[in-house]
T-cell receptor, first 111, second 113 residues
Framework: EAQVTQNPRYLITVTGKKLTVTCSQN?????MSWYRQDPGLGLRQIYY???????DKGDVPEGYKVSRKEKRNFPLILESPSPNQTSLYFC??????????FGNGTRLTVT | DAKTTQPPSMDCAEGRAANLPCNHS???????VYWYRQIHSQGPQYIIH???NNETNEMASLIITEDRKSSTLILPHATLRDTAVYYC??????????????FGAGTQVVVTP
């Protein structure tokens, strides 16, 4: 089944403790992207990747890192999480210029 | 800032057509209009997209005005399962700029029995 898989679905952590949210797609898509969603703000793009080893900042990249060493994986790294990064995170992928496929989301709480 | 404007909410009676407007007055010639929806806190789901012609698929119809400054998503026979937040976005199709695009706040559609 074609899908975008995020892990974990839920994560509670403490300020400053490094964490990684994984994203994997099995559709051989070139494009992958991360979004965060906060109440009343819709989806905001954090980082995106047009292909392996190519990443670019979205609208809210501060406090996040990404890497794209393989086509199928696009992990989101929070080196030193802070409470303002508490949010619902979505990963998405697509072929070039095609509709996005989204994962089921990761709900992160930073205390 | 998002390049689209949508009403924050609208209600629709079950079985009736739901017409969701979107304003994208600054759209460029190389930008498509996409619609997605998000049910509860699930990942957004693609509905339909178009450039300048009207489009129809099994989920919805998309009507784009001739000047392309606005569009309407039509759900022909709304059901309770269509209750969701609907997002209208514009997405450039040139290879050097299509990766970065913005979702607005969307329209919360509530379908009532």
């Amino acid at each position: 089944e074609a899908q975008v898989t995020q892990n974990p679905r839920y994560l509670i952590t403490v300020t400053g403790k490094k964490l990684t949210v994984t994203c994997s797609q099995n559709m051989n898509h070139e494009y992958m992207s991360w979004y965060r969603q906060d109440p009343g703000l819709g989806l905001r793009q954090i980082y995106y990747s047009m292909n392996v080893e190519v990443t670019d900042k979205g609208d809210v990249p501060e406090g996040y890192k990404v890497s794209r060493k393989e086509k199928r994986n696009f992990p989101l790294i929070l080196e030193s999480p802070s409470p303002n990064q508490t949010s619902l995170y979505f990963c998405a992928s697509s072929r070039t210029s095609s509709p996005l496929h989204f994962g089921n989301g990761t709900r992160l709480t930073v205390t | 800032d998002a390049k689209t404007t949508q009403p924050p909410s609208m209600d629709c009676a079950e079985g009736r057509a739901a017409n969701l407007p979107c304003n994208h007055s600054t759209i460029s010639g190389n930008e498509y209009v996409y619609w997605y929806r998000q049910i509860h806190s699930q990942g957004p789901q693609y509905i339909i997209h178009g450039l300048k012609n009207n489009e129809t698929n099994e989920m919805a119809s998309l009507i784009i005005t001739e000047d392309r400054k606005s569009s309407t998503l039509i759900l022909p026979h709304a059901t309770l399962r269509d209750t969701a937040v609907y997002y209208c976005i514009v997405r450039p199709m040139t290879t050097d700029s299509w990766g970065k695009f913005q979702f607005g706040a969307g329209t919360q559609v509530v379908v009532t029995p």
